[in-house]
């Protein structure tokens, strides 16, 4: 008779294989075996066989050898494996250093790679592996030929938020031939509302859950079990008897008892929304063996003197979003714009027009207010209209001087509606040196980011004035906001590492109303250069 430990391996194989490979073959990139001792959260995902999963994580909590395993084991099984990483030489660097060296450790993954003709090696491709009876190709989401002919049983993006998001649409097209696709989503979080945090929203929403000794079931939590506020810019720690010379780790304490409780115990994922389908977990470092409670204190000490830091603390040590007061526009912000006004029906101007092409033509027309050194613009349309004789309607409707449209995807329709007196095309650039106006053509090619930012300091100047109903202006979002308090408020201000730069980025939802706001911007610039 086999041993029970034979029968519980036997019982893996056939059901959880995933677990099975992890517990008696992975050697990671450094060679060594992997353990759930003290990661006890792990386990959970090594068992979800569910076709959508989504993790929101913080850094260095064991999730890239699941990823691993599960691609290396998909292909296994004969699936075709579509794995995405934020750039290229990312995923170069990824390959090489990660999945080359697992399978150069793992004596089972290399009797994967055997084939009719002998040993595949298995560095020969950085974007391509081909394992078993199936295959995992590798790219680089900042570059959108690698998004194409590749046909996907499993979808995974690995830091979603640093993913190029609308190359994104084209990754999820590789699974439209299969029959049984699965999509799994991963990332450090960055902003609220945002990539993963988005996609998270939309999951069952899984939180981690520990038995204190008093019988209190415990989501570990920095600002409930570690410290308490008593001021805006003060904190206390709740474990009274640490001090820095004791050498110890400061211990994580019951919010029932007020005792200290193991963060390392074992536990239970537990749904907070029982709706949804889609797998969701939220991992943080406070039951991570990887780090230290006085490590994450000492990281969130030095955020309070810094927003940059602070937002590296929620983000990679509690995986959590973060959004400054700086980083986007508000709806306060907006509401703070607002005046005891309807919008009319038509109006003598003189006005400016600022149009975003998307699905629909998004058009913000503003009626220009001279008040002595003062000038403001008086919201006098904001909507969504489908044709170039809308577009001409309102144009006359409104007495429009000067109106700039956005000039791409619909390169055609954008000259067309240029053929009004005063319209003109815009260009957006992220490395050009000075804006450009080209009067012959009616072509404006400007800088992106700095004419984005344009627009926030218009609604924090309050240049801009919006109508008393601009929250509820039809048609109205799920959440009960207008389309256009949504999408003014979508995009975020972020800093790309790896370019030294700022840059504002929509993630999920629409913004197609902030660029239009950003064009009738551009259009009183345009105006007032021609009255000088």
Not at 230 to 237: C, F, G, H, P, Q
Not at 260 to 284: C, Q, V
Not at 503 to 510: F, I
């Amino acid at each position: 008779m086999a041993s029970k430990l034979d029968q519980r391996n036997q019982y893996l194989h056939d059901n959880y294989p995933i677990l099975f490979v992890a517990i008696n073959y992975h050697k990671n990139h450094k060679g060594k075996h992997l353990t759930f001792e003290n990661h006890a959260y792990l386990k959970e995902l090594y068992l979800d066989k569910s076709d959508h999963l989504v993790i929101m994580k913080s850094t260095q909590c064991g999730i890239t050898e699941y990823l691993v395993i599960l691609s290396i084991m998909s292909a296994k099984q004969g699936r075709s494996v579509f794995y995405v990483l934020p750039t290229y030489e990312l995923k170069n660097r990824f390959v090489k250093n990660r999945i080359d060296k697992t399978i150069e450790y793992t004596k089972y993954y290399q009797a994967l790679l055997q084939t009719r003709e002998g040993f595949r090696k298995f560095s020969e491709s950085s974007s391509l592996k081909h394992i078993g009876t199936g295959a995992i190709a590798f790219v680089g989401s900042n570059s959108p030929v690698a998004f194409i002919e590749y046909p996907a049983d499993d979808l995974i993006v690995d830091e979603l938020d640093q993913c190029h998001q609308g190359n994104l649409s084209m990754a999820v097209e590789r699974l439209s031939a299969s029959e049984h696709k699965k999509q799994f989503y991963i990332s450090n979080p960055t902003y609220e509302d945002f990539g993963i945090d988005n996609e998270f929203k939309k999951s069952d929403m899984k939180k981690w859950f520990i038995k204190c000794g008093c019988g209190n079931w415990i989501n570990p939590d920095f600002f409930s079990h570690v410290l308490r506020k008593v001021d805006e810019s003060t904190y206390i720690l709740l474990d009274k008897e640490w001090t820095r010379e004791s050498g110890k780790d400061i211990r994580m304490v019951c919010d029932k008892c007020h005792k200290p409780f193991n963060r390392f115990s074992n536990g239970f994922w537990i749904k907070e929304n029982n709706r949804s389908l889609i797998s969701g977990y939220h991992i943080s470092k406070l039951f991570s063996s990887n780090v230290t409670v006085l490590e994450i204190v000492d990281r969130f000490e030095e955020g309070l003197k810094n927003d940059s830091k602070l937002e590296r603390f929620y983000n990679g040590d509690l995986g959590l979003p973060f959004t400054s007061s700086g980083s986007k526009i508000t709806k306060s912000m907006l509401d703070e714009c607002r005046d005891n006004y309807v919008m009319p029906d038509s109006s003598d101007g003189p006005s400016v027009m600022g149009i975003d092409v998307g699905s629909k033509l998004h058009v913000r027309i503003s009626e220009i207010i001279n008040n002595g050194s003062s000038r403001k613009l008086r919201a006098v349309y904001i909507g969504a209209v489908d044709t170039e004789e809308d577009v001409r309607d309102l144009y006359n409707l409104y007495n429009v001087r000067i109106g700039v449209i956005d000039s791409l995807p619909e390169t055609r329709l954008s000259k067309k509606i240029c053929l009004l007196r005063g319209m003109f095309r815009c260009f957006y650039s992220e490395t050009l040196k000075k804006d450009s106006l080209d009067p012959k053509n009616k072509i404006l090619t400007v800088r992106r980011t700095p004419h984005l930012d344009a627009v926030k300091e218009a609604i924090m100047d309050r240049t801009i004035i919006l109508p008393g109903n601009a929250g509820t202006l039809k048609p109205l979002m799920p959440d009960g906001q207008s389309e256009y308090y949504s999408h003014m408020t979508a995009s975020i201000r972020v800093f790309e590492t790896e370019k030294q730069r700022y840059k504002w980025v929509e993630g999920s939802k629409a913004d197609h109303f902030f660029h239009a706001e950003a064009y009738h911007l551009l259009a009183l610039k345009i105006l007032l250069k021609a009255s000088q």
